[in-house]
């Protein structure tokens, strides 16, 4: 029986997050791509929180946007509520989070990816992959049909052997009912990639309408909406905003989990998969935490096209009755009508270390893999794998080197690099507290770091970097004027620093020094800075954090040299690790498996001592003197 | 992390046990010259970036700080290339023994060189292509052994009173740092309001903390560098009284009662310049008494990591199955045997012991004081002729760890000037856990995943 069979550059494999921006980055650098998805309805689908951003992870949203990805652009266009976290700290921790109507966001992106050139949306399931010599030459599907392509990316989410758990009650099902992909972790075993199990949950969805809000608390949204993609214009999207609601469980609630414990599949051995500590279920939180009399339920609208208020904080496996019961302790739910229950899912993923940074595999040519199936969590890492999934996709196929950014120069850096050097035995989040350097890589000056490696690969154009130049031009130039502006003690500059509580003036001081002040900043200084030129808010912005934290900024970039040093010395791929018999027997094997782009890298694998370090940095020394010979 | 390969390192590179001889200590890197310069003061009042290669300096070494003298020196400055690293290098000759020497490294490390790792020297040599390729191997050796005996010597020879007190600091600073990071990851679930009062209470009895043990470390007790010298002998033989004695002070507890020594003691002493870390054990013998036993268990595991075993033998009385014993667990190592009791009938003799094991023994009278001389002399001649050998990395490891307390210190106090000029608490939390890694690498443990397992164990976030 005949089968088609057609030829692509580039296979990607699901159309969730990651999918979605390894498929647009290659397609947008001219790659002929075609994207798999086993339902078009569920393109970029949110099935657990109904908001993109927050700590970290809003970081993450601006480098995508600054590599020239879509998260950003999307949010910014479907959100309904918006707030920058932690605005009374450094600006380092500040992070946008906005709540998305769900359905707008998945349709939006629908239409970008339909709408993108040399782009193919295609629905069907996705069972082999077909390797031959190590090398990857395609896909087969459900069907039969082969599609030969050049590099595959495997974004396959949560959908893997995907099974739904509430209760006693499990379905082979993905999210939302949506249908597992049951064949292809055979054929990923077959090949010889190493499968995991984790385990993810999410809470009950509830009508609106059987909600009593009087005995909730209102989160507002910001007044004034800062947006996610520096292409977007912040006046354009400043709208009339959806709150949400916060509510508190108690006694009651903890009663009724503890006294159904044994029926949570979770405690009752049912569930296996490991599930990450930081996204706990409600009943984990209970029996974890048994100290705490209440624990905050945050109400959040999926959208506006729906009356489903989505649970937060009450993620939950248990049973469809106690969960009835479990959420009308809670006060405002005392009546709650459940839309969708609450559910665990347990997929298959691997283990990120098998993968090199550039996010291919280290044993098959041309296969990359991204996103949740990658071992880590969150629509967020999910979109940042995807688009350096996407781009090194092109890259090889052009013969071109790998985007590899390090963990001095993005959040992405910090997240590739953490998932294919640590192995995890829980699905991995973002968090600021990862990134070593984080004084220097925030989410406003995403821009600055990041914009030149999109433009460098073709996915920014030369407009926008030429804006990001000038950009840069700017703030140094104001920089350096600023810290020769002299302040005498006049009359003005002391009003300025009553109004501001903080303490007079004796003797005159640059600006530059008055900004650095807590109090101060280069905002309320302006009256005594007579010849301050025209800048932009996002200009000024950088003006006042470079100067305000300079010191800080400073010790961390000398940190980030000595950095660089080991970053920089990289391991050629020939190198025969269980050959250098001076390696402890541990750090040996460990180098093997991991095979470390550096000596950076080598030496954050746990298991490599310094004086590992020092054994390999002689033998490669070794090595290339005899290559040297030998050429 | 230490494997920088281009910044300045320092280390003593000949034995530092002779206070008579002299100790050499040996900077490379592209600042050795500078470094040097920034300690060292020509008689003739020059610089020595601005000498020859390969010359000699005579001056002094002072410290900056205080302006002080703290040794008379030569100064030999060897510029890139022609050196063993390559790099430029700068050997001090100073002569004042084991305090001066320790006071020198320390002053040079201060003005900027960081201690180098064990092996460091060669590795650089080898790596800049001084050395053969042939010799890679002996490189990787030399890395290696030194490592072993580096890391040996690093944890066995920090007592645990001190790990203790450094474990507990890093707890408060990942309490705090995690804390904060929880909040600052979920601000709307964990609140920092005045919580960096907690932070400022904690830190400063940190600070405090830290400059105690730094203080510990001048007075040369953080770490015992000298050579490892385990008294055994069976009960009552006189072990205790030869400590005492050579210690001129009553710190072991001295009865006529049979097994009165319940804990290893250890006591550093000068014998004629050589520095040895006695560690008197209970007397080894079969006992029902659980205290006891713990502490004949204790001598077994010290007498496997000597460098030298002073085995007393009360020569009043005749070789025992006790005698047996511990000859066994000492035979293949450096031994020196005592005949203790000199001044009582000997029934023992230089020819028993010697019908036992090759070594060399002295009598003496641990009570009258006698053969003293004779014992420091028979040590010095072991240690001249190479018969107990000594590694400078222990040495060394005491800088580091110096070295790493005062970084350590360095950090907490920025995050007390951070608190003072209302910094926000995600800059508090940086230096916090800079504090916390430096703190880490004394006892010898990595950062890893500390602060977000502690995050995700304590705190109850997210969904």
Same mark, same amino acid.
């Given at each position: 029986m005949p089968n088609i069979c057609e030829n692509y550059d580039v296979v990607v494999v699901g159309a969730g997050h990651a999918g979605c921006e390894a498929a647009l980055a290659a397609a947008r650098l001219g790659l002929n791509t075609i994207c798999f998805t086993v339902s078009c309805e569920s393109i970029a689908l949110m099935p657990c929180n109904p908001n993109i951003g927050g700590s970290s992870k809003g970081h993450l949203v601006r480098e995508v946007d600054a590599l020239g990805g879509e998260m950003g652009k999307n949010i910014d266009a479907t959100f309904i509520q918006s707030k920058m976290l932690n605005k009374s700290k450094g600006p380092a921790v500040h992070s946008l989070r906005a709540q998305a109507d769900k359905q707008e966001y998945t349709k939006r992106m629908r239409m970008v990816m339909e709408n993108t050139d040399n782009l193919l949306v295609r629905q069907a399931e996705v069972t082999e992959i077909i390797v031959e010599d190590n090398v990857i030459k395609g896909v087969k599907t459900l069907s039969g049909a082969v599609y030969n392509a050049k590099a595959v990316i495997l974004c396959t989410g949560v959908y893997l052997k995907a099974k739904c758990i509430h209760g006693e009650v499990s379905y082979a099902t993905g999210p939302n009912g949506l249908q597992a992909a049951n064949h292809l972790t055979q054929s990923l075993l077959d090949n010889g990639i190493e499968i995991q199990r984790f385990k993810t949950g999410t809470p009950a969805r509830v009508d609106k309408r059987s909600i009593d809000f009087s005995k909730m608390a209102e989160q507002l949204g910001d007044e004034k909406i800062v947006p996610f993609s520096f292409t977007t214009d912040p006046d354009s999207i400043q709208k009339e905003q959806v709150s949400c609601w916060l509510t508190y469980t108690n006694e009651d609630t903890h009663k009724i989990i503890m006294d159904n414990i044994d029926r949570s599949p979770l405690y009752a051995g049912v569930i296996q998969g490991t599930g990450p500590r930081y996204c706990p279920s409600i009943e984990d939180k209970v029996m974890r935490f048994a100290d705490k009399d209440r624990h905050q339920v945050f109400i959040e609208p999926e959208g506006l096209y729906t009356n489903e208020m989505y649970l937060g904080g009450m993620s939950s496996s248990l049973p469809e009755d106690v969960q009835y019961v479990m959420y009308r302790t809670v006060p405002g739910l005392e009546n709650a009508k459940i839309v969708r229950n609450a559910y665990a899912i347990e997929y298959d993923c691997i283990s990120a270390v098998q993968l090199k940074s550039s996010l291919e595999f280290k044993n098959i040519s041309g296969l990359f893999a991204a996103g949740q199936f990658n071992g880590s969590s969150g629509y967020e890492e999910a979109a940042a794998q995807g688009i350096i999934a996407g781009i090194n996709a092109a890259q090889f196929i052009k013969g071109e080197e790998p985007l590899v950014l390090d963990r001095s120069e993005a959040y992405i850096g910090v997240l590739i690099d953490d998932l294919v050097t640590k192995e995890s035995t829980e699905p991995y989040r973002m968090m600021t507290s990862r990134a070593e350097y984080?004084?220097?890589?925030?989410?406003?000056?995403?821009?600055?770091?990041?914009?030149?490696?999109?433009? %460098?690969?073709?996915?920014?154009?030369? #407009?926008?970097?030429?804006?990001?130049? #000038?950009? /840069?031009?700017?703030?140094?130039? #104001?920089?350096?004027?600023?810290?020769?502006?002299?302040?005498?003690?006049? &009359?003005?500059?002391?009003?300025?620093?009553?109004?501001?509580?903080?303490? #007079?003036?004796?003797?005159?001081?640059?600006?530059?020094?008055?900004?650095?002040? $807590?109090?101060?900043?280069?905002?309320?200084?302006? $009256?005594?800075?007579?010849?301050? $030129?025209?800048?932009?808010?996002?200009?000024?912005?950088?003006?006042?954090?470079?100067? !305000?934290?300079? &010191?800080?900024?400073?010790?961390?970039?000398?940190?980030?040299?000595?950095? %660089?040093?080991?970053?920089? !010395?990289?391991? $050629?791929?020939?190198?025969?690790?269980?050959?250098?018999? &001076?390696?402890? %027997? /541990?750090?040996?094997?460990?180098?093997? %498996?991991?095979k470390p782009r550096s000596i950076g890298q080598a030496s954050r694998i746990s298991g490599v001592s310094p004086a590992d370090i020092s054994v390999l940095l002689v033998y490669m020394e070794q090595f290339r003197r005899k290559d040297k010979e030998s050429n | 992390m230490n494997n920088f390969i281009d910044d300045t390192i320092a280390a003593i590179s000949t034995s530092t046990m002779t206070s008579g001889g002299i100790s050499v200590i040996r900077l490379s890197g592209p600042k050795a010259i500078d470094i040097a310069d920034k300690v060292f003061k020509s008689k003739r009042n020059i610089l020595l970036s601005e000498v020859d290669s390969h010359t000699v300096h005579y001056g002094n070494i002072i410290n900056p700080d205080i302006d002080e003298i703290i040794d008379e020196v030569l100064c030999i400055v060897m510029k890139a290339p022609n050196t063993y690293t390559r790099e430029n290098v700068v050997e001090i000759d100073c002569h004042g023994g084991i305090l001066v020497t320790r006071k020198v490294l320390e002053a040079v490390l201060k003005a900027g060189a960081r201690p180098a790792e064990p092996g460091e020297f060669t590795k650089r040599a080898f790596l800049n292509g001084r050395i053969d390729l042939s010799q890679a191997e002996a490189v990787i050796d030399v890395i290696n052994s030194k490592n072993e005996y580096a890391l040996k010597s690093s944890v066995s020879q920090l007592d645990g009173k001190l790990s203790e007190k450094i474990r507990d600091i890093r707890e408060i600073l990942l309490k705090h740092v995690a804390y904060i990071e929880a909040a600052l990851d979920d601000p709307e679930h964990i609140s920092l309001e005045n919580y960096v009062d907690n932070v400022l209470y904690d830190v400063d009895k940190c600070v405090d903390n830290v400059d105690k043990l730094l203080k510990t470390a001048d007075n040369g007790r953080i770490m015992r560098d000298g050579i490892r010298t385990v008294i055994l002998g069976k009960t009552n033989a006189g072990k205790s009284s030869l400590l005492n004695a050579l210690a001129k002070e009553e710190r072991a507890i001295v009865t006529d009662i049979e097994g009165t020594t319940r804990d290893v003691l250890e006591e550093q002493i000068n014998l004629g310049g050589i520095v040895l870390n006695l560690i008197d054990t209970a007397g080894i013998r079969e006992t029902e008494d659980y205290v006891e036993s713990i502490g004949v268990e204790k001598a077994k595991k010290y007498a496997k990591d000597a460098d030298l075993i002073i085995y007393v033998v009360d020569c009043s009385r005749p070789l025992d199955n006790n005698d047996d014993e511990i000859i066994s667990i000492i035979k293949d190592k450096k031994v020196l045997v005592l005949l203790n009791k000199s001044d009582m009938e000997a029934v023992v003799t230089k020819e028993d012991i010697s019908a036992h094991m090759d070594c060399k023994s002295v009598s003496i009278s641990a009570k009258n004081r006698d053969g003293l001389d004779e014992l420091e002399e028979t040590v010095k001649d072991m240690f001249f002729t190479g018969k107990i050998s000594f590694n400078e990395e222990v040495y060394i490891t005491n800088a580091r760890h110096k070295n790493l307390l005062n970084d350590a210190l360095a950090s907490l106090k920025l995050v007390k000037e951070g608190i003072e000029s209302g910094m926000s608490e995600d800059f508090l939390t940086i230096d916090m856990m800079t504090a916390y890694e430096k703190l880490g690498l004394i006892i010898g443990e990595e950062v890893e995943d500390d602060l977000a397992d502690k995050i995700f164990r304590e705190f109850c976030m997210g969904k």
């Open positions: 984080r004084l220097i890589l925030r989410q406003d000056n995403a821009d600055l770091r990041l914009t030149k490696y999109g433009y %460098k690969v073709g996915l920014i154009d030369e #407009e926008r970097m030429q804006g990001v130049l #000038e950009k /840069e031009r700017l703030i140094a130039e #104001e920089v350096e004027r600023v810290k020769h502006v002299n302040i005498g003690t006049t &009359g003005i500059i002391q009003d300025i620093i009553r109004e501001n509580g903080s303490t #007079e003036l004796t003797n005159g001081a640059t600006l530059a020094e008055l900004i650095k002040r $807590p109090e101060l900043s280069y905002d309320v200084l302006a $009256p005594v800075d007579k010849h301050r $030129p025209e800048l932009r808010a996002d200009v000024a912005e950088q003006v006042n954090i470079n100067l !305000k934290y300079e &010191g800080y900024i400073e010790r961390q970039m000398r940190q980030v040299e000595h950095f %660089k040093k080991l970053e920089n !010395k990289i391991i $050629p791929d020939a190198i025969d690790y269980l050959a250098i018999s &001076g390696l402890r %027997k /541990e750090a040996m094997q460990k180098l093997d %498996k991991f | -």
